[in-house]
Each structure stands twice: as structure tokens, then as C-alpha cells.
């Protein structure tokens, strides 16, 4: 890649400010990298979308992302989307590399002891067949339970703009993730939302007993630097980091969330 492409961002796309658990691990690791973060948050929450219409309204909108903001890679920060449209992104868009962010069924099935696993997610996510796929493909030995959430995504969007949680609700969407069977009891919950790393501490504290909540974040800022080359040598008047949102509204919290996380609004 030349050094111009290699200055071409990476995009990061969410449907709202969960994104930003992806984003910060990219940072780590590619500090060198100018990032557009994106958020649909005119379309928030994925998770209650019917399939066809979700999928065409992510087609049409990345038309646009990519011709006006030209990204060296986009990634995929959202597992309702991921689980989606991944495919037909790559279809549609044959040169421009994306990287997806799936559930971690894989890692968990290769990590629990008692076999019993939970997938916690949104509702779109439960439902897709991508999600039932990863089950069969890589943890047919283990008891995966599907767990919809309809709140965690909202109250994740909340916390992040006024660090306020109903600790009451964390408790109530986690609780059917918790399965004791024969003597064995759930270990591992899959964070299969980027929102939902935002309320692990929650999560931990209201859980009724310790488990591992496994976040693919690193993982997927890794997949990310693997398809990318070296940058070059990086510009003192480089562009800074932009956040967009489709809704083009950013209200006083959103404008201060985002310029914590290194992001000037547009
Ligand atoms: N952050 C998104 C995900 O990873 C979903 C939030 C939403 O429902 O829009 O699935």
C-alpha cells in the first residue's frame, strides 16, 4: 500500500456508540492510524429491524460511507449488522476489505469447563442464522443458550452519556444467561454486542455467580492490523479522528462521549 492509502482511515461502523469498545482497542494497537467512526444512530437499535429492510438500509448507506469517506478497511463493529450483511458487503463491494464482528462462539466453546455457555445479544443477533451456524459449526458439544436482550443496548448508549445504570434492569437482561444443569453452572457469557462491554463491571456485580465474559474486541482490532500494511511515515499536520452520525444530531454528552474517545464530531 502506498503511503497516501496507507493514510486512508479505518473506518469503524456501529450502530450507535458500542462501536467505541472496537475502536479503543484498535487505538492500541495501530496508533499510527487515522480512524472515522461511524455510528447509524439515525437507525438505532439494530436489534429490533426486520431482516430484509435492515440489510438494504446498511447496503445503501455503505454506498455512500465508502465514495465520501474513501476508508483503507472498514470494520464491521456490530454483530447485528455483522451477522447480517457481512456477505453482501463483501458482495457488493468486492475490492474494499471489511472485517466483521461475529459472536465469539468459537472461543467460548474451546474455553468453558462445565459446557454450558450463553450468547448474550441483541434480538436481531439471536435470531440469525449466521449466529445458529457458528453453534453448529464449532460448539456442537456444549449447551449454548441464545439470550435476546432487548435493553442492554439502550442502557449501554445511557451509561456512556451520563454514567448512569439501572443496575436493576443489568440484573433482570442478564439473568437467563445463567443456567445451573446437573451440577454444572454456566462459566462463560459471550458478549455478542459491542455495547455491552461498556456494563461488564454491571454485569459482574449483579451476576449470580463469576463467569467469563468473553469481549472479541482485541480480536477484532487484530483481524484488522493482520489485513492492513505497515503505515508509512505519518504526517504532524495529519488529519484528527472523526466521528459521524447519521442522525446529525450530536447533543452536548454525545460531543463530550466521542471527544473522550479522541473523536471531533462532523
Ligand atoms: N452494537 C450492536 C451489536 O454489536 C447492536 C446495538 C443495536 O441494537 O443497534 O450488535
Known amino acids: 500500500m502506498s503511503d497516501r492509502s496507507s493514510q486512508r482511515p479505518i473506518l469503524m461502523f456501529d450502530s450507535g456508540v458500542g462501536g467505541l469498545t472496537v475502536l479503543r482497542e484498535a487505538r492500541v494497537l495501530m496508533p499510527d492510524r487515522r480512524f472515522v467512526y461511524v455510528a447509524d444512530d439515525a437507525a438505532f437499535p439494530y436489534g429490533a429491524w426486520e431482516e430484509p429492510a435492515l440489510k438494504e438500509h446498511i447496503l445503501t448507506l455503505f454506498g455512500k460511507l465508502l465514495d465520501r469517506l474513501q476508508p483503507a478497511i472498514s470494520v464491521i463493529a456490530c454483530n447485528t449488522a455483522s451477522t447480517l450483511v457481512i456477505d453482501a458487503l463483501r458482495d457488493k463491494f468486492p475490492g474494499h476489505p471489511f472485517v466483521g464482528t461475529v459472536p465469539a462462539i468459537k472461543p467460548a466453546a474451546e474455553r468453558t469447563r462445565s459446557g454450558l455457555v450463553s450468547v448474550l445479544a441483541t434480538p436481531g443477533t439471536v435470531k440469525r442464522q449466521y449466529t445458529r451456524d457458528l453453534i453448529s459449526k464449532w460448539a456442537q458439544k456444549c449447551h449454548v443458550r441464545l439470550v435476546g436482550s432487548d435493553r442492554l443496548a439502550g442502557l449501554a448508549e445511557i451509561y456512556m452519556r451520563q454514567g448512569f445504570v439501572d443496575e436493576e434492569a443489568v440484573r433482570a437482561e442478564i439473568a437467563p444467561c445463567f443456567l445451573e444443569r446437573e451440577g454444572n453452572r454456566t462459566d ?32 477484532i482490532a487484530r483481524r484488522a492490523m493482520s489485513l492492513l500494511e505497515p503505515v508509512g511515515e505519518t504526517s504532524s499536520e495529519s488529519e484528527p479522528d472523526l466521528a459521524v452520525f447519521t442522525s446529525g444530531k450530536v447533543d452536548f454528552a454525545t460531543r ?11
Request: proline share 9%; glycine share 4%; charged share 20%.
Open 188 to 219: 462463560i457469557v459471550v458478549l455478542a454486542c459491542t455495547h455491552y462491554p461498556f456494563l461488564v463491571n454491571r454485569m459482574r456485580k449483579t451476576a449470580p455467580w463469576p463467569v467469563d465474559w468473553i469481549d472479541p474486541a482485541e480480536a
Open 256 to 266: 463530550r462521549l466521542i471527544q473522550g474517545f479522541g473523536l471531533s464530531a462532523r
